[in-house]
């Protein structure tokens, strides 16, 4: 069994539970509520320049000249193009920039940004990967579950499209295949860490999208 596929095997009632969550069983019908919608697409492009720092010290620690150029294209994607995207989403919600600029981090979104930047910088390159392969293959395969079962229609189908797209599959199945290539070379105390930061993450995709449907807040801090 390949490392990744370990991996899968380990978390796939985790998956399973994030599938069923509400926001991505209302996702699929076309019936989410549009502020809830909103509020995920402020939170997500916060998350993705944080991701994208991620991916660039991903890219700096990698072990070869393939890899580099593999995460710090990922890194320029998720800023560029996928924030580009909500730039799209944000227009079409009518998010101003002043809105989401003035928007702060909820607590799921600084709890998951937190820990990928800390694991980008503190620990080797093999956990790092680990540790960023959720949201890469999280989304796809999301994505391809709500596609099968969305709605004509749907006012959400630009983000459903997107992530089932072919363009981000294969992004997703290099990274895989970069994942079980480096994994092939680790020791065991290695690849214990590697299960740890990936589970860790996938917890928190869960916690991103449960959080963004009842819009969860710092609630009674700043009073």
């Not at 991620?54 to 560029?80: G, H, M």
């Not at 363009?167 to 480096?182: E, G, H, P, R, W």
């Amino acid at each position: 069994m390949r490392f990744t596929q370990e991996l899968w095997q380990r978390n796939l009632a985790l998956y399973g539970k994030t599938l069923a969550l509400p926001f991505n069983q209302e996702l699929a019908q076309g019936t989410l509520n549009k502020d809830v919608f909103s509020h995920y697409v402020i939170q997500d492009a916060h998350y993705l320049l944080a991701y994208g720092r991620a991916l660039a010290v991903c890219a700096a620690k990698a072990f070869s000249a393939e890899d580099v150029i593999q995460f710090a294209d990922a890194a320029k994607i998720a800023i560029v193009v996928e924030r580009s995207l909500h730039d799209d989403f944000m227009q079409a919600f009518e998010i101003t920039k002043e809105e989401f600029r003035t928007t702060p981090l909820t607590l799921a979104c600084h709890h998951y940004t937190s820990f990928l930047t800390a694991t980008a910088w503190s620990e080797s390159y093999p956990v790092v990967l680990a540790a960023l392969l959720p949201c890469f293959w999280i989304y796809a395969e999301v994505g391809k579950a709500i596609v099968n079962n969305s709605i004509a229609n749907n006012p959400y189908q630009a983000w459903i499209d997107t992530y089932a797209g072919e363009d981000f599959n294969l992004a997703v199945s290099q990274v895989i295949a970069t994942v079980d290539k480096i994994a092939a070379r680790c020791d065991a105390d290695t690849l214990e860490k590697m299960h740890h930061a990936y589970t860790t993450a996938a917890k928190l995709e869960w916690l991103f999208w449960d959080s963004a449907y009842d819009q969860r807040q710092w609630l009674g801090l700043d009073e």
